[in-house]
Antibody, heavy 127, light 110 residues
Framework: VHLVESGGALVQPGGSLRLSCEAS????????MHWVRQAPGKGLVWVSR????????SYADSVKGRFTISRDNAKNTLYLQMNSLRVEDSAVYFC?????????????????????WGRGTLVTVSS | QSALTQPPSASGSPGQSVTISCTGA?????????VSWYQQHPGKAPKLIIY???KRPSGVSDRFSGSKSGNAASLTVSGLQTEDEAEYYC??????????FGGGTKLTVL
Protein backbone atom coordinates (compact mmCIF):
# COMPACT_ATOMS: atom_id res chain seq x y z
CA VAL A 1 0.00 0.00 0.00
CA HIS A 2 1.65 3.21 -1.16
CA LEU A 3 0.90 6.84 -1.83
CA VAL A 4 3.37 8.95 -3.79
CA GLU A 5 2.93 12.70 -4.11
CA SER A 6 4.44 14.83 -6.87
CA GLY A 7 4.14 18.27 -8.39
CA GLY A 8 5.66 20.39 -5.66
CA ALA A 9 7.72 23.34 -6.84
CA LEU A 10 8.79 26.92 -6.25
CA VAL A 11 6.06 29.27 -7.42
CA GLN A 12 5.49 33.00 -7.15
CA PRO A 13 2.69 34.49 -5.05
CA GLY A 14 -0.52 34.53 -7.05
CA GLY A 15 0.59 31.54 -9.10
CA SER A 16 -0.93 28.10 -9.55
CA LEU A 17 0.23 24.54 -9.06
CA ARG A 18 -1.33 21.10 -9.35
CA LEU A 19 -0.25 18.34 -7.00
CA SER A 20 -0.76 14.66 -7.73
CA CYS A 21 -0.87 11.62 -5.48
CA GLU A 22 -0.57 8.20 -7.09
CA ALA A 23 -1.96 5.28 -5.12
CA SER A 24 -1.04 1.62 -5.34
CA UNK A 25 -1.67 -1.60 -3.44
CA UNK A 26 -5.32 -0.99 -2.60
CA UNK A 27 -8.65 -0.33 -4.30
CA UNK A 28 -8.22 3.43 -4.62
CA UNK A 29 -11.73 4.02 -5.92
CA UNK A 30 -13.31 2.71 -2.72
CA UNK A 31 -11.67 5.13 -0.26
CA UNK A 32 -12.09 8.74 0.78
CA MET A 33 -8.84 10.68 0.40
CA HIS A 34 -7.38 13.78 2.06
CA TRP A 35 -4.68 16.40 1.68
CA VAL A 36 -2.81 17.54 4.78
CA ARG A 37 -0.02 20.12 4.85
CA GLN A 38 2.85 20.98 7.15
CA ALA A 39 4.76 24.25 6.96
CA PRO A 40 8.49 23.94 7.75
CA GLY A 41 8.94 23.41 11.48
CA LYS A 42 5.19 23.68 12.09
CA GLY A 43 2.30 21.35 12.81
CA LEU A 44 -0.07 19.38 10.65
CA VAL A 45 -3.02 21.17 9.05
CA TRP A 46 -5.90 19.39 7.34
CA VAL A 47 -6.56 20.88 3.89
CA SER A 48 -9.22 18.95 2.00
CA ARG A 49 -11.22 15.72 1.61
CA UNK A 50 -12.89 14.01 -1.32
CA UNK A 51 -15.20 11.02 -1.16
CA UNK A 52 -14.53 7.81 -3.09
CA UNK A 53 -16.78 8.71 -6.02
CA UNK A 54 -15.43 12.23 -6.40
CA UNK A 55 -18.28 13.90 -4.55
CA UNK A 56 -18.32 15.62 -1.18
CA UNK A 57 -15.29 17.86 -1.54
CA SER A 58 -14.65 19.82 1.64
CA TYR A 59 -11.95 22.36 2.49
CA ALA A 60 -10.29 24.19 5.33
CA ASP A 61 -11.38 27.83 5.50
CA SER A 62 -7.81 28.92 4.71
CA VAL A 63 -7.92 27.38 1.21
CA LYS A 64 -11.62 27.48 0.34
CA GLY A 65 -12.22 29.14 -3.00
CA ARG A 66 -8.56 28.80 -4.03
CA PHE A 67 -7.89 25.05 -3.90
CA THR A 68 -9.80 22.26 -5.66
CA ILE A 69 -9.50 18.58 -4.82
CA SER A 70 -10.31 15.98 -7.44
CA ARG A 71 -9.55 12.39 -8.35
CA ASP A 72 -9.31 10.04 -11.31
CA ASN A 73 -10.15 6.56 -10.09
CA ALA A 74 -9.20 5.02 -13.43
CA LYS A 75 -5.68 6.37 -12.92
CA ASN A 76 -5.59 5.74 -9.14
CA THR A 77 -4.64 9.37 -8.70
CA LEU A 78 -5.68 12.17 -6.37
CA TYR A 79 -5.13 15.82 -7.28
CA LEU A 80 -4.99 19.20 -5.60
CA GLN A 81 -5.28 22.25 -7.86
CA MET A 82 -3.92 25.25 -6.01
CA ASN A 83 -4.64 28.75 -7.35
CA SER A 84 -3.93 32.24 -6.04
CA LEU A 85 -1.09 30.85 -3.98
CA ARG A 86 0.13 32.81 -0.97
CA VAL A 87 3.41 32.76 0.93
CA GLU A 88 1.57 31.09 3.83
CA ASP A 89 0.66 28.13 1.59
CA SER A 90 4.32 27.07 1.62
CA ALA A 91 4.45 23.60 3.12
CA VAL A 92 4.99 19.92 2.56
CA TYR A 93 1.73 18.56 1.21
CA PHE A 94 0.81 15.00 2.19
CA CYS A 95 -1.96 12.91 0.71
CA UNK A 96 -3.57 10.48 3.12
CA UNK A 97 -6.10 7.66 2.93
CA UNK A 98 -9.14 7.65 5.19
CA UNK A 99 -9.16 4.60 7.44
CA UNK A 100 -11.90 2.08 6.67
CA UNK A 101 -13.65 -0.41 8.92
CA UNK A 102 -14.53 -2.53 5.90
CA UNK A 103 -14.90 -2.09 2.15
CA UNK A 104 -17.17 -3.36 -0.57
CA UNK A 105 -15.94 -3.37 -4.17
CA UNK A 106 -17.22 0.18 -4.58
CA UNK A 107 -17.06 1.94 -1.22
CA UNK A 108 -15.79 1.75 2.35
CA UNK A 109 -17.20 2.41 5.80
CA UNK A 110 -14.85 5.27 6.66
CA UNK A 111 -13.57 5.93 10.18
CA UNK A 112 -12.48 9.53 9.62
CA UNK A 113 -8.80 9.03 10.46
CA UNK A 114 -5.75 8.97 8.22
CA UNK A 115 -4.12 5.54 8.06
CA UNK A 116 -1.83 5.66 5.02
CA TRP A 117 0.33 8.68 4.21
CA GLY A 118 2.65 9.57 1.37
CA ARG A 119 6.06 11.10 1.96
CA GLY A 120 4.88 14.52 0.86
CA THR A 121 5.81 17.05 -1.79
CA LEU A 122 7.24 20.49 -1.02
CA VAL A 123 5.50 23.63 -2.21
CA THR A 124 7.35 26.90 -1.79
CA VAL A 125 5.58 30.16 -2.55
CA SER A 126 8.06 33.00 -2.80
CA SER A 127 9.01 35.88 -5.05
CA GLN B 1 -11.76 25.72 12.42
CA SER B 2 -9.54 26.64 15.36
CA ALA B 3 -6.68 24.24 16.06
CA LEU B 4 -7.01 21.90 19.00
CA THR B 5 -4.81 22.82 21.97
CA GLN B 6 -1.91 20.59 22.96
CA PRO B 7 1.00 21.29 25.32
CA PRO B 8 4.10 22.06 23.24
CA SER B 9 6.22 19.56 25.13
CA ALA B 10 6.11 16.55 27.41
CA SER B 11 8.79 14.30 28.83
CA GLY B 12 9.40 11.18 30.83
CA SER B 13 12.09 8.68 31.68
CA PRO B 14 12.29 5.22 30.13
CA GLY B 15 9.70 2.92 31.65
CA GLN B 16 7.53 5.75 32.91
CA SER B 17 4.14 6.81 31.61
CA VAL B 18 3.28 10.18 30.11
CA THR B 19 -0.08 11.66 29.14
CA ILE B 20 -0.58 14.27 26.44
CA SER B 21 -3.75 16.34 26.50
CA CYS B 22 -5.74 17.73 23.59
CA THR B 23 -8.44 20.32 24.23
CA GLY B 24 -11.11 21.29 21.76
CA ALA B 25 -14.71 22.39 21.77
CA UNK B 26 -18.20 20.97 21.58
CA UNK B 27 -18.03 21.38 17.80
CA UNK B 28 -15.14 18.99 17.46
CA UNK B 29 -13.90 16.69 20.25
CA UNK B 30 -16.98 17.19 22.41
CA UNK B 31 -19.32 16.29 19.57
CA UNK B 32 -17.36 13.52 17.92
CA UNK B 33 -16.03 10.07 18.67
CA UNK B 34 -13.73 10.42 15.68
CA VAL B 35 -10.66 11.52 17.58
CA SER B 36 -7.32 10.21 16.36
CA TRP B 37 -3.66 10.52 17.29
CA TYR B 38 -0.54 10.53 15.12
CA GLN B 39 3.17 10.03 15.81
CA GLN B 40 5.67 11.82 13.62
CA HIS B 41 9.43 11.35 13.71
CA PRO B 42 11.60 14.09 12.18
CA GLY B 43 11.54 14.07 8.40
CA LYS B 44 8.98 11.27 8.28
CA ALA B 45 5.30 11.04 7.43
CA PRO B 46 2.86 10.86 10.35
CA LYS B 47 1.75 7.45 11.60
CA LEU B 48 -1.75 6.70 12.91
CA ILE B 49 -1.58 5.30 16.44
CA ILE B 50 -5.11 5.82 17.82
CA TYR B 51 -8.48 6.20 16.07
CA UNK B 52 -12.06 6.53 17.33
CA UNK B 53 -10.74 7.92 20.62
CA UNK B 54 -9.22 4.71 21.97
CA LYS B 55 -8.75 2.09 19.24
CA ARG B 56 -5.34 0.99 18.01
CA PRO B 57 -4.61 0.03 14.41
CA SER B 58 -3.10 -3.37 13.84
CA GLY B 59 0.60 -3.35 14.65
CA VAL B 60 0.54 -0.41 17.04
CA SER B 61 1.91 -1.18 20.49
CA ASP B 62 -0.59 -1.51 23.34
CA ARG B 63 1.61 0.91 25.28
CA PHE B 64 -0.37 3.60 23.46
CA SER B 65 -3.86 4.32 24.76
CA GLY B 66 -6.43 7.05 24.24
CA SER B 67 -9.42 8.47 26.05
CA LYS B 68 -11.86 11.35 25.94
CA SER B 69 -13.86 13.35 28.45
CA GLY B 70 -16.08 16.20 27.39
CA ASN B 71 -14.22 18.52 25.04
CA ALA B 72 -10.80 17.02 25.78
CA ALA B 73 -8.93 13.94 24.67
CA SER B 74 -5.71 12.43 25.91
CA LEU B 75 -3.01 10.05 24.77
CA THR B 76 -1.08 7.98 27.29
CA VAL B 77 2.22 6.36 26.44
CA SER B 78 3.19 3.79 29.05
CA GLY B 79 6.50 2.02 29.50
CA LEU B 80 8.32 4.82 27.65
CA GLN B 81 10.98 3.73 25.21
CA THR B 82 13.60 5.80 23.44
CA GLU B 83 11.87 5.23 20.09
CA ASP B 84 8.74 6.95 21.45
CA GLU B 85 10.57 10.27 21.24
CA ALA B 86 8.65 12.08 18.51
CA GLU B 87 6.01 14.72 17.82
CA TYR B 88 2.42 13.70 18.61
CA TYR B 89 -0.68 15.25 17.06
CA CYS B 90 -4.33 14.87 17.95
CA UNK B 91 -7.07 15.25 15.36
CA UNK B 92 -10.84 15.44 15.46
CA UNK B 93 -13.61 15.35 12.92
CA UNK B 94 -15.35 18.70 13.16
CA UNK B 95 -18.46 20.35 11.79
CA UNK B 96 -19.21 20.85 8.10
CA UNK B 97 -17.19 17.83 7.05
CA UNK B 98 -13.88 19.23 8.16
CA UNK B 99 -11.10 17.95 10.35
CA UNK B 100 -8.84 19.82 12.80
CA PHE B 101 -5.41 18.98 14.20
CA GLY B 102 -3.77 19.99 17.43
CA GLY B 103 -0.60 22.05 17.35
CA GLY B 104 1.55 19.06 18.28
CA THR B 105 3.44 17.93 21.38
CA LYS B 106 7.12 17.08 21.32
CA LEU B 107 7.70 14.07 23.55
CA THR B 108 11.21 13.77 24.96
CA VAL B 109 12.41 10.55 26.57
CA LEU B 110 14.94 11.63 29.16
Amino acid sequence: VHLVESGGALVQPGGSLRLSCEASGFTFGSYWMHWVRQAPGKGLVWVSRIKNDGSGASYADSVKGRFTISRDNAKNTLYLQMNSLRVEDSAVYFCARDLALYCTPTSCYQLLAFDIWGRGTLVTVSS
Amino acid sequence: QSALTQPPSASGSPGQSVTISCTGASSDIGGSNYVSWYQQHPGKAPKLIIYEVSKRPSGVSDRFSGSKSGNAASLTVSGLQTEDEAEYYCNSFSGSNTWVFGGGTKLTVL
